[in-house]
């Protein structure tokens, strides 16, 4: 079974069985914003058999006995039902950083990604603790150092920031009936339990994690560093450039946000611009490199949003403030989800394409489309926009026209480039 059908039959699944859940509801009152017939629900309910019946025909005809197909088709049931109940508590816990697709999209994904590491754990632990020509259900997926070191980083973080909500839980309770010690002391005391215990878990239990999955001939740590020293002129200066770069634009546009009456969605653009000149020429120059630096910049942004959601001395209060100066109707003060939207736009098409050559601009895809096409639909869809798509809706048919015509001449530029450095070849 290859990945993509694997993810593609996953993401249907939970979407099938979360319309029937939610039909089910419906039409037995129970969901009063959403109303349907019991015909409805239960034709809903054959679709997810049916669903199922499909799935497992095209299960047997790739696996080899009836116990792998029963094994494949029970894991994939298991997704699905494990994204409905994780896209209800993402619902109801953050009713407004997402729209029902994009949440089902993000719970889908974390499912996967989550049981891809649960497999791959398994299988590994399988093939160490028994003998080889005893296994006969083999998980046996190419990976990369890369691949599995952001995949134990960004998993390590996830974990970690639920067990640590459970002992804040259990430290708050126990705290109750100790009055004496003053609120500051307290604070401190769990800083330095947070930052200790996420020292460990980045430190020693993710990368445990890394080692016995993948045969590292050192700690990942220290497998970072050997790869970038490993053409250190070009990396660092990019890491020097990057820097450069970020600090310059978040001091200038922080004091604009503050200052100026420029509405916060074009202020916001200004940073789809500044993914587009950090992103491009590391994609083209140094693409391994970029795949490690998104994972490390989208573990920085998980780490600063627990910190800022717990109010971590002594850094909470202050991210909280300076992400409120970039927020919009998205994100509320229990979640700041506009900077993952936009990492994960530019990362999520380079790391889904990897491996396949046959379309060089597959990996540029969030990159243009987020950086270029939409910043100009939304700077000229504000200035010039007349015609609306709809009566209620914001977007512009001017916008649209201006989105859709530079990421083409983003594309009708970037070809010829792309050809120049050999990224592709000169005959594309």
Not at 74 to 88: D, E, R
Not at 236 to 250: D, E, K, M, Q, R
Request: net charge positive; glycine share 6%.
């Amino acid at each position: 079974m290859t990945m993509q059908f694997c993810a593609a039959s996953a993401c249907c699944c939970g979407v099938l069985i979360f319309l029937s859940i939610l039909m089910w509801c419906a039409a037995y009152n129970k969901n009063p914003h959403f109303s349907c017939s019991v015909w409805d629900a239960k034709f809903s309910l054959s679709c997810v058999i049916l669903f199922s019946v499909v799935c497992c025909i095209s299960l047997a005809t790739i696996s080899h006995t009836g116990f792998n197909t029963a094994l494949k088709l029970l894991w994939l049931l298991c997704h699905g039902f494990a994204a409905v109940k994780l896209i209800q508590h993402l619902l109801n816990t953050f009713p407004c950083c997402a729209s029902i697709g994009e949440a089902l999209l993000l719970t889908s994904g974390l499912v996967l990604y989550f049981g891809d590491m649960l497999a791959c754990t398994i299988s590994k632990v399988c093939r160490l603790l028994v003998s080889p020509e005893l296994v006969s259900i083999r998980y046996g997926i190419k990976r990369s150092e890369i691949g599995i070191i952001i995949q134990g980083v960004l998993l390590g973080l996830l974990i970690f920031s639920a067990v640590f909500k459970f002992f804040i839980h259990l430290w708050e309770y126990f705290c109750r009936a100790d009055n004496s010690e003053s609120r500051k002391n307290k604070e401190i005391r769990r800083s330095l339990i947070f930052f200790a215990s996420l020292g460990f878990t980045m430190i020693v239990v993710a990368p445990s994690w890394m080692m016995i999955v993948l045969d590292f001939d050192v700690h990942p740590i220290l497998w970072i560093f050997h790869f970038v020293l490993s053409e250190p002129l070009k990396r660092l200066s990019l890491c020097i450039y990057w820097l450069g770069l970020i600090y310059a634009s978040v001091l200038r546009f922080y004091n604009i946000s503050k200052n100026s009456k420029i509405e916060r969605i074009l202020l916001r653009k200004y940073y789809h611009l500044l993914a587009v000149s950090m992103f491009l020429p590391a994609l083209i120059y140094q693409p391994k490199f970029l795949d490690l630096a998104f994972g490390a910049a989208l573990a920085v942004f998980l780490v600063l949003e627990i910190i800022r959601v717990w109010r971590i001395w002594p850094l909470g209060q202050l991210v909280h403030q300076f992400m409120s100066a970039f927020t919009d109707h998205r994100d509320s003060d229990i979640l700041i989800v506009s900077h993952f939207s936009l990492l994960l736009g530019c990362a999520l098409p380079i790391w889904m394409s990897s491996g396949f050559n046959d379309r060089p601009l597959i990996p540029f895809a969030g990159i243009l489309s987020l950086g270029i096409g939409d910043t100009m639909a939304s700077m000229v869809g504000h200035k010039y926009g007349v015609l609306r798509w709809s009566k209620t809706g914001k977007k512009t048919i001017e916008g649209t026209a201006a989105g859709i015509v530079s990421v083409l001449a983003a594309c009708s530029v970037l070809l010829p480039l792309l050809a120049s450095t050999r990224y592709i070849p000169t005959q594309v």
